[in-house]
């Protein structure tokens, strides 16, 4: 029997539902910005030795809410473990980026693939199982993966890439190569999401990171609607309550209004797009998740401050002149640098819990 | 007294004139994907060996105009060479990107920083000069420069960046030094591209490629507002006609109202973007120029041109049942990659002349 939730205001948010302040998390709050981190990171030996150990990934994701009041844990793992449980073998070498072994690049290659096997995931849901505990009420915790155009990039290119080449080169040569990869992936991903909510998930996130760089056709057919198919696949409700769903397209103000209309509960937004540019362009009809640019965490706390405080009034008012409420879950518009100081971040919460709650106290 | 235009196209559709085809050319179209290209480099040395020397210059220039006929030539050079010419140090190392000697990072080089004695860039004009001999009036000409903030970034980071640390947290921290090496930018971009014009560029074009990568109000502040007085500086008339301007945004999309609302004649869009729902939101008060995914080139020619007449579609008929004339300048979304097969570009460009002529013709 899990603990009661102490503190719902991410849930509530993603939902549309009153809070007392504005919820904050920050992507990749678990990370190398904090000593703390580098050091569990040292113990365990490599990124992936801590992905795969249920208590390590437990520990970090623990950290940066002993430091401060975030409103939300998410999993400590990579958006890659799904096409390395296909076979594809991730390597992650000091001081790259993650690389495939197996890259799927051709007819053969693509008519190999398949759908993982759950139990090669096992560790992940442990490790969501073990975080649950140790948050012990808290706050939620969040799943994720990666959304199905995004995990193709990295399986056709076999590592990051500055154009696309391969798999942009699949995409308009053989269309119908990619289209089995990302059926594959809409399937896979689903069974991986759910999963994580039975072993404890509160709210799952579909990380587009490469959807941004589409051509608008392109996105539509080949980003957007197999995440509209995937999550029409997820699993909304658990331990009797809804499981809110967070679409993230980096990238993605030029399809705002479509990605309001797959079925998610909240969009997520980069530092490009206005919130409440943003706001009006989706009338309340999701949530908002964003979008302060990770670089104004370099900057001196009282502008820090200023900036957390924009972004707050830029998405304006919960509650309308109509009565409806809108939703704003405050994040980054990217994962937050290494290069981060702490004590940057912990102007950030205050702000934001701060200026949030004299937001909602009657004048 | 330089020879007339045989084929004024592209300077027409600039300025929503009516055309008899959509004109196309390609940034970066005199560059590695050609073998003759790389011939040229090879005996001249380096980029920069290119670059300085006029002869080399206008070969490479007219190389792509050899091949095809597209409707414009641009001018080859780098948007580089202005910080170089402030004392910068500008390196081309080999098999890395540029790199400046003495980035401008404090107060104290921020101070000693002054705009450029334009003599430093003389071997520019003389290229401009040398191409509008050798071209003979066959097609227009564009010169070109990058934006004050594109530069900026440039200046402070001293080379390419993944996150823009250093030149963010500039302008974050002390947004007073970042104004003033905006405000010499501005100043010195307007020179550099009115003698251009002297020299006998016809149209001018500012690269904005990492306005892009700037938070909502960031943008408007520090890239936008530069680009408007840059805009305002230029000289608009030469040689009895007016000299069009195109400005472009990469990522620009969530400005395009505001973008073109600076008094360009033409805005750059890359692939992100609908044409279609570019055009209505600008509602024909500029023309646009763009917008294929570079990567589309990597495809078998029959995509090439089908891609091209998507493109061109969704731009639709240049003239409106209101009687009012849209522009359309057919190009890429980016500089074409060093990958693309050269006979993918003879597709495309008979695509876009060829399918545009038809859509001139009355049923």
Known sequence: MPAPLQNDNFLR???????????????????????????????????????????????????????????????????????????????????????????????????????????????????????RRALDGRVPLIGFAGSPWTLACYMVEGAGSDDYRLVKTMLYARPDLLQRILDLNVQAVAAYLNAQVDAGAQAVMIFDSWGGVLADSAFRRFSLEPMRQLVQRLQRTAEGRRVPCIVFTKGGGPWLEALAGIGADVIGLDWTVSLGDARRRVDDRVALQGNLDPAVLFAPPAVVQAEAVAVIDDFGAPRRADGRCGGHVFNLGHGISQHTPPEHVTALVEAVHAHSRRQRTPA
């Open 13 to 131: 948010a993603c939902l549309r539902e009153p809070v007392d302040h504005t919820p904050i998390w920050l992507m990749r709050q678990a990370g190398r910005y904090l000593p703390e981190y580098r050091a569990t990171r040292a113990r365990a030996g490599s990124f992936m030795g801590l992905a795969t150990s249920p208590a390590f990934a437990t520990e970090v994701t623990l950290q940066p809410l002993e430091r401060w009041p975030l409103d939300a844990a998410i999993l400590f793992s990579d958006i890659l473990t799904v096409p390395d449980a296909m076979g594809l073998g991730l390597q992650f070498a000091e001081g790259e980026g993650p690389r495939f072994e197996h890259p799927v690049r051709d007819e053969q290659a693509v008519a190999r693939l398949q759908a993982p096997d759950l139990d090669r995931l096992r560790y992940v849901f442990d490790a969501v199982a073990s975080i």
